[in-house]
């Protein structure tokens, strides 16, 4: 039978507010714990919930991204359970009244552009985190993260393979970064998905029994999750079973997905109101003065990467998907007046330097500014491409401030002087006769391939620095 | 209410009712769910739901750090902690 996969994303977002959403609390990740966890976060008696503005603009900001209905009118509720790293026995959450109502984000597949429907998104507080670790038989209690302000953003069950599923939640990605909502840290924890799955058989409409696994943290993780999960489900139809509702958990090291013990009826939450929490009503001018703050969007970004700077469609998006990279790219190329240059620069040299090193491009030792100074001196003609990764690799070692500097202290400077040029190809002719030899015995179509072999020497007695334009021109002239 | 809702509920609410008191309780919940249905048979079709009986709207505060590290002084009245963290019964998911 041919199946077919069904699959919605429920997606946490951590906004990057300095604060909690209903305290004064830093919101800084890696503090030492507790220490970020005021009266407030610990619930203790008497305090009260005051919301931060920060977070209401910014899902809004979020809501217009997504071409959503903003509701003017939206209402915290009690989402009550105990856990020991929810003080309060109880998330304040939003359900009933979401601050955003329906919206959309188009994802690109080999399949092509596909539309995938947002249900809502919400405004809730996160938990704090449980430490498991034997503490005499007890567990940690760590609430620097309890209140830190989260939207949830809920899909339609929309998506029908794991590419689809890993388009969208890369989309979402790009869409909160480009925003500056939420610092994308996905390893922080800052993004982090619920996938649920099920499959039905081709054609029919009904939706089969679904899975839910939980709290997915990269991209790669997704995939593989799904793949496995998707596996599993078919698997047991065909052989005669039947899918059981449950929360499962992937575990990206070992490859394996296990069913998380059922908590026994956890998934009565007896919402209702916060008495502690009025509406919160947000006027057209508000939402009008939030539309105006509204960055330009990596889809934008990548049109006029390609329409302003004549790049490739394929490099203007690798360039536009994140904030981060598009900052630096723009910096650089405005540093050294050569987008092009750049653009293969930050897609090529720098980013597989990070790769080599795995750091982020955030922590990158080159800042923009440096590589705009080197792409400046080999659009001059100042030094070759060659020299311009050793000037590279010597900024990112901290060996200087510019380019110029390590370009001086290095003596990098493209060798033009025809004397010193002519001095190294005599002295390369002489130690190579043979080569000499067959390389005038042989007809012409051969001879353009060999003169590399006197091109590599020349260049390599000349330590990379020979202007190449000249290099070339004199040694066809004495190789004759 | 039938004793086994009860039950559900004193767990959900981590409320320990013994097994005598069960009809009792259930007695006095089903009086307040009868003041319920009685508010339930009011026709509301042209009311518009309140979520809050004050007619006001929330004020929201700057995104400002203004709780200082208040750790040593929590931890103080904490029954068990350890390493800066609060210890708890074991749980696990």
Redesign the interface.
């Known amino acids: 039978m041919e199946w077919e996969t069904v699959i919605g994303l429920e997606v946490h977002v951590q906004l990057a ?3 909690k959403i209903f ?4 919101t800084a990740f890696g503090a ?9 976060d ?1 619930a203790m008696p008497g305090t009260l919930p ?7 603009r910014m899902a809004v900001l979020f809501g217009l991204g997504i071409n959503a209905k903003i509701n003017q009118h939206s ?1 915290f509720e009690r989402k ?1 359970y ?3 790293d929810l003080p309060k026995g109880y998330q304040t959450t939003q359900l009933a ?1 979401p601050i955003v109502g329906p919206g959309f984000l188009e994802i690109e597949t080999a399949q092509g552009v596909k539309q995938v429907r947002i249900h809502h998104a919400h405004l809730e507080e996160d938990a704090g985190k ?3 670790e034997d ?9 620097n993260r309890a209140g830190t302000p989260l939207i949830e953003v809920v899909s339609e069950p929309d998506m029908r393979n794991a590419e689809e599923a890993v388009a969208f939640a890369k989309k979402l990605h790009a869409l909160v970064t480009a925003l500056e909502i939420c610092d994308g840290e996905m390893s922080q924890g800052s993004m982090r998905f619920d996938v649920n799955i099920s499959v039905r058989p081709k054609g029919q409409e009904k939706l089969g029994t679904r899975t839910e696994t939980k709290n997915l943290n990269s991209f790669k993780f997704m995939d593989e999750a799904i793949e496995l999960e998707v596996e599993r489900q078919i698997s047991v139809l065909e052989s005669g079973g039947v899918i059981t509702q449950e929360t499962r ?1 992937y575990n990206g090291d070992t490859k394996k997905a296990r069913s ?2 059922s ?3 956890s998934n ?1 939450y ?1 919402y209702f ?1 916060c ?1 502690d ?5 947000l006027d057209d001018a508000y939402i009008e003065a939030v539309r105006q703050q509204m960055p330009e969007l990596p889809a934008a970004k990548a049109v006029r990467y390609q329409t302003s700077f004549g790049l490739p469609a394929y490099d203007a998006g690798i360039l536009s998907a994140d904030s981060t990279t598009a900052r630096y790219f723009e910096t650089a190329a405005a540093a050294s007046g050569q987008p092009k240059l750049a653009a293969n620069w930050v897609i090529g040299e720098v980013s597989a330097q990070l790769n080599r090193h795995e750091i982020s491009l955030q922590n990158c030792p080159v800042s923009a500014d440096q590589l705009g100074g080197i792409l400046q001196r080999i659009a001059d003609n100042t030094i070759t491409a060659k020299s311009g990764k050793t000037v590279f690799d010597a900024l990112w070692q901290g060996e200087g401030q510019t380019a110029d500097e390590i370009i001086a202290a290095k003596g990098l400077q493209v060798v033009s002087d025809t004397g010193a040029l002519e001095k190294i190809i005599d002295d390369i002719i002489a130690a190579n006769s043979a080569q000499v030899e067959s390389y005038r015995a042989a007809p012409d179509d051969k001879k353009a391939k060999m003169l590399g072999f006197f091109t590599g020497q020349a260049m390599k007695a000349s330590k990379g620095q020979a202007n190449p334009q000249q290099l070339n021109a004199i040694l066809l002239a004495k190789l004759q | 209410m039938e004793p086994s809702e009860i039950e559900k509920l004193a767990k959900l609410a981590r409320l320990h009712i013994k097994p005598e008191e069960a009809a009792e309780v259930a007695k006095r919940i089903g009086n307040v769910l009868a003041l319920m249905d009685q508010l339930q048979a009011t026709n509301t079709d042209a009311v518009t739901p309140m979520a809050h009986p004050l007619d006001a709207v929330q004020r929201l505060r700057a995104d400002l750090v203004t709780e200082p590290n208040q750790r040593e002084a929590f931890m103080a009245i904490a029954p068990a902690t350890e390493n800066g963290l609060y210890l708890v019964p074991k749980v696990i998911d």
């Open positions: 507010t300095k604060s305290s004064g609390s830093s030492e714990p507790n220490t970020q966890a005021c009266a407030i610990l005051v919301a931060n503005a920060e977070a209401f209402v009550n105990f856990y020991p009244e449980s430490l498991h503490f005499h038989g007890m567990s940690g209690i760590d609430l958990l998380m013990r908590k026994e009826d009565d007896r109101p008495p929490l009025l509406p919160v009503v």
